[in-house]
């Protein structure tokens, strides 16, 4: 028996391998957390389990200038089950070619979902709040988003609604599943 294979196909977390964004190997934890089996998933492109095809565009974007920087990546998204389901996800990378972040690179997976209900955000909601729980102003948001600051500050008082908060330090505590 193969130690470091036998350790990828049963760790306790999803972990996935992938070149070019197209899922080459997967263990266990990521299939179910997927809701799928290893087989079915193998192959398949990391698109098909982003919340939006948006969703795929926007965070590739920032995850590929991100790597080519640092050869790493983390965040927390909303993701998307096979049977449709939404949840939040912890997200970790290590690109093997940080001059090419996408040619090979190895991710971890955590399910949120217990911790952080899924709440109907849109498309640039979702973005708003992944960026506030990075510690971002709204001035930064604006930034990294190409939206004014008042735009911003439009969509944190939606999601202050939302989430029924009503401070910012709330909702972070909200969107991250600390307990209040």
Not at 59 to 78: N, W
Not at 90 to 105: A, D, I, K
Not at 107 to 113: I, P, R, Y
Not at 145 to 155: I, K
Request: charged share 30%; aromatic share 8%; glycine share 6%.
């Amino acid at each position: 028996m193969d130690i470091i294979a036998d350790a990828f196909d049963n760790a306790p977390i999803g972990l996935a391998v992938l070149e070019n964004r197209q899922i080459i190997r997967c263990n266990r934890a990521f299939a179910e957390m997927f809701r799928d089996t290893v087989a079915a998933i193998e192959g398949e492109p990391i698109a098909a389990f982003y919340a939006s095809e948006e969703d795929f565009q926007t965070i590739g974007a920032r995850v590929y200038a991100r790597m080519r920087e640092t050869g790493r990546h983390h965040d927390e998204r909303v993701m998307r089950r096979r049977d449709g389901d939404l949840f939040w996800c912890r997200v970790r990378g290590q690109s093997t070619s940080p001059q090419n972040p996408f040619q090979r690179s190895i991710w971890s997976f955590a399910d949120l979902s217990e911790e952080r209900p899924v709440v109907a955000l849109t498309q640039r909601e979702r973005e708003v709040a992944i960026l506030t729980c990075r510690g971002l102003t709204s001035k930064e948001v604006a930034r990294e988003m190409g939206l004014s600051y008042r735009t911003v500050e439009e969509y944190r008082a939606r999601l202050l609604k939302k989430f029924g908060a009503r401070k910012l330090a709330e909702l972070v505590a909200k969107l991250s599943g600390m307990p209040l």
